[in-house]
């Protein structure tokens, strides 16, 4: 199974951009799925995810209003668009492929880089 997550780069802070993870080697509709980060000397922590059906959404605190998880499960993909940046968002962005219920993520994507300036 290959996650490839894509869409990461350098913004100001207020900006946006759209993260992608395109899912291949699985049968992806099966799957709930989740962005996860790590920013540099700190613990990963789950920023959101999305039932397979798409029906159910969670967010972290920290992004709630800001951030919007979404699924094309024809296409394969899962996507996170990211409004309002806040430099503390910077971090490498991880996509995940599991079972959100059990807290099990399964397969891991590379990561995507996302730095925010002041």
């Known amino acids: 199974v290959q996650l490839q997550a894509s869409g990461g780069g350098a913004v100001q802070a207020g900006g946006s951009l759209r993260l992608s993870c395109v899912v291949s080697?699985?049968?992806?509709?099966?799957?709930?799925m989740a962005w996860f980060r790590q920013a540099p000397g700190k613990e990963r922590e789950m920023v959101s995810y999305?039932?397979?059906?798409?029906?159910?959404?969670a967010y972290a605190d920290s992004v709630k209003g800001r951030f919007t998880i979404s699924r094309d499960n024809a296409k394969n993909a899962v996507y996170l668009q990211m409004n309002g940046l806040k430099f503390e968002d910077t971090a490498v962005y991880l996509c995940?492929?599991?079972?959100?219920?059990?807290?099990?993520?399964?397969?891991w994507g590379q990561g995507t880089l996302v730095t925010v300036s002041s």
């Open positions: 995940a492929q599991g079972v959100a219920t059990a807290g099990r993520w399964l397969h």
């Open positions: 080697g699985s049968t992806f509709s099966n799957y709930d």
């Open positions: 999305i039932y397979r059906t798409g029906g159910y959404t």
